[in-house]
């Protein structure tokens, strides 16, 4: 039987996600999700398999998660996130594997 993670573990696991996306890639687009379906959101997924990470998360999470970041790496330009964070409900974080050539997505 597989043992489920607790929120405490979920929290700690998509921290280092996230961490470890802002370490490693230089480039993040960030997409906003209000009013669009799971259906499509899947879709999008699968389209952009092994080109990208979609990171989805809750926006206290992803605040959090940024913040604790900027100050553990002294790395002041990911508080610029923050504020795309509090103007929308659902936000994607859209991490390319290559350069940011998605003209198939516009």
Not at 4 to 9: I, Q, W, Y
Request: positive net charge.
């Amino acid at each position: 039987m597989v043992n489920k993670l607790s929120k405490a573990e979920k929290k700690i696991a998509y921290d280092a996600k996230l961490c470890q996306l802002l370490d490693e890639y230089s480039q993040i687009l960030i997409a906003a999700a209000d009013n669009v379906g799971s259906t499509q959101l899947q879709n999008i997924r699968r389209g952009l398999r092994g080109d990208s990470v979609v990171l989805m998360g809750k926006n206290t999470m992803m605040k959090r998660s940024v913040r604790i970041h900027s100050e553990k790496t002294g790395n002041k330009t990911f508080l610029n996130l923050i504020p795309l964070l509090q103007v929308y409900n659902n936000i994607d974080y859209l991490v390319p594997f290559s350069c940011l050539s998605w003209s198939f997505l516009f």
